[in-house]
């Protein structure tokens, strides 16, 4: 959502982005004010993350209607791919981590660069478009 504000601010817009967030903080409230019991500190965090995502979605919304099309179904799919090479890189980490080492060094020496090498191997896998940007850098 940040990037999408940026984009109305550099066309001298603020009212949409403030709206938004206007919008955005009081489904929070309401958010937090249902899952605050039944949740705890687990409903905090699940309502900020939801009312980012809606002033995400609401901003992109917008921006579309002002500009046209903004790509996003190549932004759309660029996410699924970056979240699947996440899911699989997590999930080496917490396995790698989850085994007894010699020495407690090797609990972050192991699982670290062993996760950095299955997201890049994933990157490549997936033709992740921002990767490659990346590695030609």
């Given at each position: 959502s940040k990037i999408f504000a940026s984009a109305f601010y550099s066309f001298k817009e603020t009212k949409i982005p403030v709206k938004t967030a206007v919008v955005s903080l009081l489904f929070n409230i309401i958010l937090i004010s249902i899952l605050i019991k039944p949740c705890r500190v687990t409903g905090l965090a699940l309502a900020a993350a939801a009312s980012s995502w809606l002033n995400a979605i609401l901003l992109g919304y917008f921006l579309r209607k002002r500009i046209g099309k903004i790509g996003a179904r190549k932004i759309i799919a660029s996410f699924g791919k970056v979240s699947v090479a996440s899911a699989v890189m997590s999930v080496v980490a917490y396995s790698l981590s989850a085994v007894n080492y010699s020495h407690?060094?090797?609990?972050?020496?192991?699982?670290?660069?062993?996760?950095?090498?299955?997201?890049?191997?994933?990157?490549?896998?997936?033709?992740?478009?921002?990767?490659?940007?990346?590695?030609?850098?």
């Open positions: 407690a060094i090797f609990t972050v020496l192991v699982p670290i660069p062993a996760a950095i090498i299955v997201f890049v191997m994933m990157c490549v896998l997936l033709r992740i478009d921002e990767f490659k940007q990346l590695w030609s850098i």
